[in-house]
């Protein structure tokens, strides 16, 4: 992204949810925050009738519709395993390149020791802060640390912030490894085992390279690597899964769950009537940071 100003493809992400929360029968991840989150063009874009109905035809959905899967699965996931996470009274809850993500405005009050940081970059940050606004107060348990994560560990803008170390965490770091160097992202992930207590959390999204893809997958890949790259935030993050996995493990995560975007449809986009899919260009991946 370019300094000085908010996230393209967070934007870009905010009206994918609220398309799918306004235009879909039984959503499979329900934002109804996310068109107010979004912005003016975006949600001018939202409101026409015609681009709408080619947004939603069957045949973009079982293509570019990989995209709204790969972004509204990726939230359900993570919130489905939080939940999960807070019944073993995990009770920080560190949203990784929040985004425009909208948790803070959704949130249970039946959780009320729950804490919510808000990691991410300025820009970003203060273009969100001001639509918070908008839509009314900030809840009191939320705070916003900034971080340039090219330049700065996860651990020290925490160190900044009021986030207890020696408790368990719940990580989400949804939509931001792909624009990473991948060494950045393992950095990151070295840094939150060292400094996490034991029985933290990870939950986080990562690509497999388009090349190693078939069919219309590929394809598909492709032109989500062709629209990032139109936004200026290029695709530059990528794993192979056996590789990942023996370097997390090497740092003290056990992997709980790889999770294929084949499964993500057998578990959330089964026999769906709007044909949405998740990519198999990427995986979600749950990691437990074992005890030392």
């Known amino acids: 992204m370019k300094e000085g100003q908010s996230s393209r493809t967070a934007l870009a992400a905010a009206t994918l949810r609220a398309n799918h929360f306004q235009n879909t029968v039984d959503p499979v991840f329900a934002d109804p925050y996310a068109y107010a989150l979004t912005s003016i063009g975006w949600q001018k874009l939202l ?26 699965g990726r939230s359900r996931y993570a919130e489905d395993l939080l939940q999960q996470a807070l019944a073993r009274q995990i009770n920080q809850y560190v949203l990784v390149g929040a985004g425009l993500d909208s948790f803070a405005l959704r949130q249970n009050p039946c959780n009320p020791d729950l804490k919510i940081f808000e990691v991410d970059h300025p820009d970003t940050q203060t273009t969100k802060q001001h639509k918070l606004q908008q839509l009314g107060t900030v809840p009191a348990n939320v705070e916003f640390v900034a971080i340039d994560f090219e330049k700065e560990s996860l651990a020290d803008a925490l160190a900044r912030s009021s986030y207890q170390q020696g408790v368990p965490g719940f990580f989400s770091w949804l939509g931001t490894t ?45 032109a989500v690597s ?28 056990e992997v709980v769950e790889d999770l294929s975007g084949a499964a993500m449809n057998a578990r959330y986009f089964n026999q769906r009537p709007d044909h949405i899919r998740h990519t198999i260009a990427t995986h979600l991946l749950h990691l437990r940071l074992a005890a030392r």
Do not use: C, W
């Open 47 to 72: 409101r026409s009738p015609s681009l709408v109905k080619i947004m939603n035809s069957p045949v973009l959905n079982r293509t570019l519709g990989l995209l709204s899967g790969q972004v509204v």
């Open 178 to 222: 792909h624009y990473l160097e991948p060494q950045t992202t393992l950095n990151t992930l070295k840094h939150i085992a060292d400094f996490a207590a034991p029985l933290s959390e990870v939950v986080l999204d990562y690509s497999i390279h388009y090349q190693e893809l078939q069919g219309i997958e590929r394809l598909g890949s492709f």
């Open 226 to 253: 062709q629209f990032t790259q139109f936004l200026k935030e290029p695709l530059i993050g990528q794993f192979r899964p056996s590789a990942l996995h023996q370097a997390v493990e090497e740092m003290g995560f």
